[in-house]
């Protein structure tokens, strides 16, 4: 084999090994947590994820799992890049997965977050959150993904764990579902009470009008910050570069007619152009956690006063030191 034959085979070996690494650097897997159906998702979803391929010239590839938890592996794994989280599950991605918060969505209508909510049914006698915790056994309640916020943190946090109460001891039956199926459930008379947030329950409005009437909202939480998005923090810093302009400049430059149609695309997510932000957005959610541990603590009949004063202290010392972070570190 002559000089000039060698060099070609090396030439074509060297760009088989490097063309799957070229190919890897060109996908970008985009996680999207399960708070309605894929279906549902998927038709959401679409036309911004069409946009950010097109813009980034990535092959953006949509990740659905049946559960957050699903999402939340994924990036642990590798499988997901980039992923719409809410705030309790981007907590869990940026503790388990290597995650980093990089943006925070922004509602359309301007409201600084959003509320988790329990709903029941428009013609019940149930009107409070008092009636609900009357816990006389006969509730069938519907909670959210136990990496939901507006769906579990938040309610088992100001609705059970600081009332006291055990909700599989309150209630008939208590089961898991996302944020569309226990709205549906309520609107169909299959649960009694069930949680939502103000997000999707609009969204119910919208597209299933006839369920929406057959629904009331009988609680409202406290603000959650709006939804962060959350990056692998080791992604490849090329793709990093075009992921944060896309997002950062997606509704806000170009022609005219390129920002109106951007704002009509994120419209259809009940958003307005991204803002940056990072971890800190979380702190407020730490917070909560503690807090939400604290409160079950108090109520545990089986832990001494002495114990309870101990593990109390230590999450207090915790929670203080997020506090600190809250007021000195900018949540953007």
């Given at each position: 084999?002559?000089?000039?034959?060698?060099?070609?085979?090396?030439?074509?070996?060297s760009?088989?090994?490097?063309?799957p690494?070229?190919?890897?650097?060109?996908?970008?897997?985009?996680?999207?947590?399960?708070?309605?159906?894929?279906q549902n998702?998927?038709?959401?979803?679409?036309?911004?994820?069409?946009?950010?391929?097109?813009?980034?010239?990535?092959?953006?590839?949509?990740?659905f799992?049946s559960?957050?938890?699903?999402?939340?592996?994924?990036?642990?794994?590798?499988?997901?890049?980039?992923?719409?989280?809410?705030?309790?599950?981007?907590m869990e991605?940026?503790d388990?997965?290597?995650?980093?918060?990089?943006?925070?969505?922004?509602?359309?209508?301007?409201?600084?977050g959003y509320?988790?909510?329990?709903?029941?049914?428009?013609?019940?006698?149930?009107?409070?959150?008092?009636?609900?915790?009357?816990?006389?056994?006969?509730?069938?309640?519907?909670?959210?993904?136990p990496?939901?916020?507006?769906?579990?943190?938040?309610?088992?946090?100001?609705?059970?764990?600081?009332?006291?109460?055990?909700?599989?001891?309150?209630?008939?039956?208590?089961?898991?579902?996302?944020?569309?199926?226990n709205?549906?459930?309520?609107?169909?008379?299959?649960?009694?009470?069930?949680?939502?947030?103000?997000?999707?329950?609009?969204?119910?409005?919208?597209?299933?009008?006839?369920?929406?009437?057959?629904?009331?909202?009988?609680?409202?939480?406290?603000?959650?910050?709006?939804?962060?998005?959350?990056?692998?923090?080791?992604?490849?810093?090329?793709k990093?570069?075009?992921?944060?302009?896309?997002?950062?400049?997606?509704?806000?430059?170009?022609?005219?007619?390129?920002?109106?149609?951007?704002?009509?695309?994120?419209?259809?997510?009940?958003?307005?152009?991204?803002?940056?932000?990072?971890?800190?957005?979380?702190?407020?959610?730490?917070?909560?956690?503690?807090?939400?541990?604290?409160?079950?603590?108090?109520?545990?009949?089986?832990?001494?006063?002495?114990?309870?004063?101990?593990?109390?202290?230590?999450?207090?010392?915790e929670?203080a030191?997020?506090?600190?972070?809250?007021?000195?570190?900018?949540q953007?």
């Open positions: 084999m002559n000089f000039f034959a060698k060099g070609a085979m090396a030439v074509a070996l760009a088989a090994l490097v063309a690494a070229i190919a890897e650097t060109t996908e970008l897997n985009f996680g999207i947590i399960s708070t309605e159906s894929t998702l998927r038709t959401q979803w679409d036309p911004f994820l069409a946009e950010m391929e097109k813009q980034t010239g990535l092959k953006v590839k949509p990740f799992a559960d957050y938890a699903g999402v939340i592996e994924g990036m642990r794994f590798g499988k997901v890049d980039v992923a719409w989280f809410g705030n309790k599950s981007a991605a940026v388990r997965s290597g995650g980093e918060v990089f943006a925070q969505t922004v509602d359309v209508e301007g409201n600084p509320w988790s909510l329990l709903l029941t049914q428009a013609d019940s006698k149930l009107n409070s959150l008092e009636d609900v915790l009357k816990c006389d056994g006969t509730l069938n309640f519907g909670i959210g993904d990496n939901s916020t507006s769906g579990f943190l938040v309610p088992t946090t100001f609705v059970f764990a600081k009332n006291n109460v055990d909700p599989k001891k309150c209630f008939k039956t208590v089961r898991n579902a996302n944020h569309e199926t709205a549906l459930a309520v609107a169909n008379n299959q649960v009694d009470v069930a949680t939502n947030n103000t997000e999707n329950l609009a969204r119910i409005e919208k597209n299933q009008p006839e369920a929406f009437k057959n629904i009331k909202v009988i609680w409202k939480s406290p603000l959650i910050p709006s939804d962060p998005l959350v990056w692998k923090k080791d992604l490849d810093s090329a990093k570069d075009k992921v944060y302009t896309f997002i950062m400049g997606y509704g806000r430059l170009g022609a005219p007619e390129e920002v109106a149609n951007a704002r009509k695309v994120l419209a259809g997510l009940a958003w307005a152009p991204f803002k940056p932000s990072s971890d800190a957005q979380l702190y407020p959610i730490r917070v909560l956690s503690i807090s939400k541990n604290i409160f079950k603590i108090q109520g545990d009949e089986k832990m001494s006063d002495a114990e309870k004063k101990e593990e109390i202290a230590k999450l207090e010392a929670k030191k997020y506090e600190e972070l809250m007021a000195s570190v900018p953007m």
